[in-house]
């Protein structure tokens, strides 16, 4: 299945900032968080479709993920 | 030496110098401006007349080496929003009164004549000179002349054009360490100290220095509190990206209020985010990492320069940038930093000028996106005070009203920033309730429901957003009164150290012991007296509401509307 991956902040240092991957079915927000070598404890946020996820959340054939780290402002 | 009250009556143009009343002895910043304003103002005066008073406060750790404790807080009725208004800000001006033993300076009356004043004030007291010179001149021409006139180590506060024309968007412009601005801002102070005929007032503190009671125990606390600061993650990206980091975050949620409140997300974001300023400001050779006050340890402010490198702003925050950008539809930083360092020079708002300019593109006045417009605007017309200048320079729902728009978004008059309440409803809880009118930094919800920070809840559910913003709510007040910045939360609702270590430094600092429950029944207190200062003044409950279209046009993209009732907003003063 086709997913759009987004990601932010550094984050995006020497990988990317939005990429179509290619994912095996059932594949969990958090195997992407890992397959692109990110530290869990790094991430801030996980957002799917415009709404919070969770790393156990299960994606979808053209689903939009998005990865943040811990940011904040105001 | 004990700190005293400097008083400044306009009228007959006297000063003195108080002791402290009692009452008022364990409060700093907000609670001490509230504290005054409640005390000394009739909540019914004209906001612009000689009744109403402009009070600046340290807070309780300004003019200490705590870190990230240089705020300065402002105090009086707003013009704009009719209730009781307190804004701060960093710069040098907090740790320059309170060097000099000022607990508070309190301006009142208004002169009989036409013509201007500036106060300048040392240990000794404050004196009041005749202004011709600088009268209709901008902030930064201000700063430079008041440099030379007294010295450049002086900490100056100052109004533009827009506050000697007494618009209810102006503000209170603060000298930074640079030399640049930092803004008393929202609420229409600058018109304040118009009314009053106070161009500037220059702070020279000598040698002064803060008493500490018990050294020894405020060195080891501030030391614990400012590494809870400096290891926490969102003070690493704040110094980083500045606050724009926000910018992509808020759109990918679907609550960047865009085109004048009427979608969620802003084609433009990536243009205008903090990842391309970041990028921007290291090749022009700016600073991505800039301190607004001695002491900072997040540096959250940069240095924005032109194409050609040479400076243009600096502090340029993430609600400027959305108002100016999304809310507008401008998709250019560099435009955006042109007016960003325009309005700073004018004295003016950046949120209710930018949301101003919204309702004004919604009502035809000009083309959305046309940001060269809105330039021509600015200088020609809102800076040398002509009819249109004027309609925009006092506010979007001013605007509203002129142009017959009925997707006008204020709450008591003030524009609600850059958080759409249909989406993240926690914020719309807080621009419901807040005692100054819409104002995100009121109780910053959007951490816990969007950030993950101190928690987490649904953006787009009603549950437990109440208490959320209400909890918030009490501890920001709180903050407010220390001088400390209010980026401290993200440690503070994290890092179990963090709150001790901050009341063990008021405690070292004053030789007192108070609990943190002290502290939040502090910030209870304040808001109960803002809010008995509103109800005085004539609000009720129902003007605790959003405006209409909230609950009848869905945002995209998730289509939500505003559907908190009456009765359960009503409930955030159960406390």
């Excluded at chain 2, 009719?82 to 508070?104: D, H, P, V």
């Excluded at chain 2, 990842?275 to 022009?284: A, F, G, K, N, S």
């Amino acid at each position: 299945m086709r997913v759009q991956v987004k990601l932010f902040a550094f984050f995006r240092e020497g990988r990317f900032i939005k990429e179509d991957r290619e994912l095996p079915e059932g594949c969990t927000a958090g195997e992407v968080v890992d397959a692109l070598n990110i530290a869990r404890e790094e991430v801030g946020v996980l957002m799917l479709n415009s709404r919070h996820c969770q790393f156990d959340t299960v994606l979808h054939e053209g689903d939009i993920y998005a990865i943040f780290p811990v940011i904040g402002g105001g | 030496m004990a700190d005293k009250i400097f008083r400044v009556n306009m009228t007959d143009l006297s000063t003195s110098i108080e002791d402290v009343p009692a009452d008022w002895a364990g409060h700093g910043g907000r609670g001490l401006t509230s504290t005054i304003v409640a005390a000394e103002v009739p909540p019914t005066c004209h906001p612009l007349g000689p009744d109403n008073k402009l009070i600046f406060a340290p807070g309780l750790l300004s003019g200490t080496a705590a870190s990230n404790s240089g705020r300065i807080s402002c105090g009086s009725k707003s013009p704009l929003t009719g209730t009781i208004k307190e804004s701060n800000s960093g710069g040098t001006s907090a740790q320059r009164l309170a060097k000099m033993g000022c607990k508070a300076l309190i301006i009142e009356g208004q002169p009989q004549d036409d013509g201007w004043y500036s106060l300048s004030m040392t240990p000794e007291g404050v004196t009041i000179s005749k202004e011709e010179e600088l009268v209709g001149k901008g902030n930064f021409a201000v700063v430079e002349a008041v440099e030379k006139r007294f010295s450049e180590k002086i900490g100056i506060l100052s109004i533009g054009q827009s506050g000697e024309m007494q618009m209810s968007a102006a503000n209170i412009s603060v000298k930074d360490p640079d030399s640049h601005l930092r803004s008393l801002g929202r609420g229409g102070l600058g018109a304040v100290m118009g009314s009053k005929k106070i161009k500037f007032i220059a702070l020279d503190a000598g040698d002064g220095k803060v008493d500490i009671a018990d050294p020894d125990a405020f060195r080891a606390a501030n030391k614990t509190f400012t590494k809870a600061l400096v290891d926490h993650p969102v003070s690493q990206a704040l110094g980083t990206y500045g606050t724009n980091v926000l910018v992509n975050i808020i759109n990918e949620a679907g609550g960047l209020p865009t085109r004048n409140f009427t979608s969620g997300q802003f084609e433009g974001h990536e243009q205008i985010s903090g990842e391309t300023m970041h990028d921007l400001i290291v090749e022009r050779g700016g600073k991505p990492k800039h301190g607004c006050h001695q002491g900072c340890v997040i540096q959250c402010s940069q240095i924005y320069n032109d194409l050609k490198g040479k400076y243009k702003t600096s502090g340029i925050e993430y609600e400027s940038i959305w108002a100016m950008g999304a809310d507008c539809t401008v998709d250019d930083l560099d435009q955006i930093a042109e007016m960003d360092h325009i309005l700073d020079d004018i004295g003016i708002d950046t949120i209710e000028t930018a949301v101003a300019f919204g309702v004004a593109m919604e009502g035809g006045v000009l083309e959305f996106g046309d940001s060269a417009e809105m330039i021509r605007i600015m200088t020609e017309e809102i800076a040398k005070g002509t009819p249109l200048g004027r309609i925009i320079g006092n506010g979007a729902a001013n605007v509203g009203r002129t142009y017959g728009v009925t997707r006008v978004p204020v709450v008591k008059n003030q524009a609600i920033p850059a958080y759409d309440p249909r989406a993240i409803k926690g914020i719309g809880i807080t621009y419901a309730t807040s005692t100054q009118g819409a104002d995100h930094t009121m109780g910053y919800t959007i951490a816990t429901e969007i950030l993950g920070v101190g928690g987490s809840a649904d953006p787009l559910s009603k549950e437990g957003q109440v208490e959320l913003s209400r909890n918030l709510q009490i501890a920001t007040a709180a903050i407010d009164s220390t001088g400390m910045c209010l980026f401290i939360a993200f440690a503070a609702l994290d890092d179990g150290a963090c709150l001790p270590a901050l009341v063990d430094m008021l405690n070292a600092r004053f030789g007192i012991s108070l609990t943190a429950d002290d502290v939040t029944s502090l910030g209870m207190s304040i808001l109960k007296t803002e809010h008995a200062f509103n109800q005085a003044a004539g609000f009720t409950n129902l003007d605790d509401r959003l405006p209409e279209f909230f609950a009848t046009e869905p945002i995209p993209p998730h289509n939500a509307v505003w559907d908190f009732t009456g009765e359960e907003i009503d409930t955030f003063w159960n406390f």
